[in-house]
């Protein structure tokens, strides 16, 4: 059973950085897809990114241009670099893999096997 842990949440200002990390344990094939999504209070879960295996990208119009995902197979591990933060970008944060071997990825929800905890990611204005 695979089991994905972020980290990298916290409290910052606006305009700030926060980096968030995906760790991806227990899985053998390196062929898989992460998405990152975000839940805020009240409102519907929002898929913001995800790359494929090949390292093929895809953003969110709310987070292009701000923030970037990168992967690095050796580690298992995808990151969420996210720059020039906003209020709005405040909620918790989730990755999750899809395990279909595709050189494409979507962020849609449901295509998605397993998720990971989340983390916590508040802005201040």
């Known amino acids: 059973q695979s089991q994905l842990v972020e980290s990298g949440g916290g409290l910052v200002k606006d305009g700030e950085s926060l980096r968030l990390s995906c760790a991806v344990s227990?899985?053998?094939?390196?062929?898989?897809?992460i998405g990152w999504f975000r839940q805020a209070p009240g409102k519907e879960r929002e898929g913001i990114s995800c790359i494929s295996y090949d390292g093929r990208a895809r953003y969110a119009d709310s987070v292009q241009g701000r923030f970037t995902i990168s992967r690095n197979n050796a580690k298992d591990t995808v990151y969420l670099q996210m720059n020039s933060l906003k209020p709005e970008d405040t909620a918790a944060y989730y990755c999750?893999?899809?395990?279909?071997?595709?050189?494409?990825?979507?962020?849609?929800?449901?295509?998605?096997?397993?998720w990971g905890q989340g983390t916590q990611v508040t802005v201040s204005s």
């Open positions: 227990g899985i053998t094939s390196r062929y898989y897809t």
């Open positions: 999750a893999l899809d395990v279909t071997v595709q050189s494409y990825c979507v962020m849609t929800s449901s295509v998605y096997d397993q």
